[in-house]
DNA sequence: GTGTTAGCCTAGATCCCCTAGGTTGGGAGG
DNA sequence: CCTCCCAACCTAGGGGATCTAGGCTAACAC
């Protein structure tokens, strides 16, 4: 009887695939297990429990769109910046649905800070540097801009814009510009 | 045997009350049985199955932000207007969290094509015509707003902002006078 | 009073999560 | 090469959730 050579590190990145192809929320131990030919019973060793699995998705899926984002800011600046960073976030929230479900639940306090709030604000906060906006307006500018992000992405995946006939992605774009002109003119 | 008079509205409303107090998340068809002392399989009398319960709490929450939000937009117009549908959305959403998440995820095209598509773009689309927009232009701002509203009382019922010391609500407030001003100058 | 129906029941299949405890493969040390 | 040991995987089983099939009875219609 061969192992199946499990290991944290393949189970969470079968978990994230998993997710991504069957959604978040039909993410289980059980499916997990079936994938390796093993019993779910043998997870347990791995895996604290199923809570512990989502939220190494979650940690996962926020060290990969970090990577991404901090690549597509590389050497970018102004409105160019501000865009590559938007597009990162939107194009894995569109090629990975479950794992950008992943980063919206859990956020155990530790983890939350170990993660999402490092990078990714760090990241926006490097962007609106070039638009020379006073605290706390950065701040809310930093807000403001996730939200948007977010909220789009998230309505997007869910089927929100598709019963009007304006393509998506000239929306976005346009919201891109609208962004991009607020935060020139942002209101003192 | 005293009947528990059991029908569907008063199930769903039971339901809705249920989410809001322990998380959509945690809302099962065993957990709104036991509230009415009845075993759980009695239930499919009045629900199809589980899905269909959630998407009852989502249409009933809907319905009930529709009307929250015409009252508040009710003979207001330009930045009054913007301000009062934004607050609606956003106190329904700290309000009834169980509700507000039942509206994000099911939206089966028909349910959406009844409920969200409908008053809820319509009113967005009534406070922007005193902005006076052309068309797509309108359209991307409607999906804007929804993004941006939607994406703060996300963020923020997720705890994505108690990491940092800035007051939220402050943030909330200069959120909306940045779209205010945004809508204003907007880009052509 | 008799029928009909709707409301609620029990029983049971299936799936998932998780614990306790047993077995075995494969590498480390003699 | 042999032994020991630990990590990997197992079986068994309890508890909870979803949902189906089929039975009983309260309440209303006639």
Redesign the pocket.
């Known amino acids: 009887?061969?192992?199946?050579?499990?290991?944290p590190e393949r189970l969470v990145r079968a978990a994230a695939d998993l997710a991504d192809e069957v959604g978040f929320d039909?993410?289980?131990?059980?499916?997990?297990?079936?994938r390796?030919?093993?019993?779910?019973?043998?997870?347990?060793?791995?895996?604290?429990?199923?809570?512990?699995?989502r939220e190494r998705v979650a940690v996962l899926a926020l060290a990969e769109l970090a990577d991404r984002a901090a690549s597509a800011l590389a050497g970018r600046a102004g409105k160019d910046a501000l865009v590559a960073f938007a597009n990162a976030y939107r194009d894995y929230a569109k090629e990975h649905p479950g794992r950008y479900a992943a980063m919206q639940v859990d956020l155990t306090p530790e983890i939350a800070a170990t993660s999402r709030a490092g990078r990714h604000s760090e990241m926006t906060r490097a962007i609106l540097r070039g638009y020379r906006l006073p605290e706390p307006d950065e701040t809310d500018a930093v807000r403001l801009l996730h939200s948007t992000f977010h909220g789009f992405t998230a309505l997007e995946a869910a089927g929100g814009f598709r019963h009007h006939p304006r393509d998506t992605d000239a929306s976005w774009a346009k919201t891109l510009d609208a962004l991009h002109t607020l935060l020139d003119n942002w209101p003192s």
Chains 1, 2 share one sequence.
């Open positions: 009887m061969a192992r199946a050579g499990l290991t039909n993410l289980t131990v059980s499916a997990l297990a079936r390796f030919g093993v019993k779910d019973a043998s997870l347990y060793s791995h895996l604290r429990n199923a809570q512990d699995l």
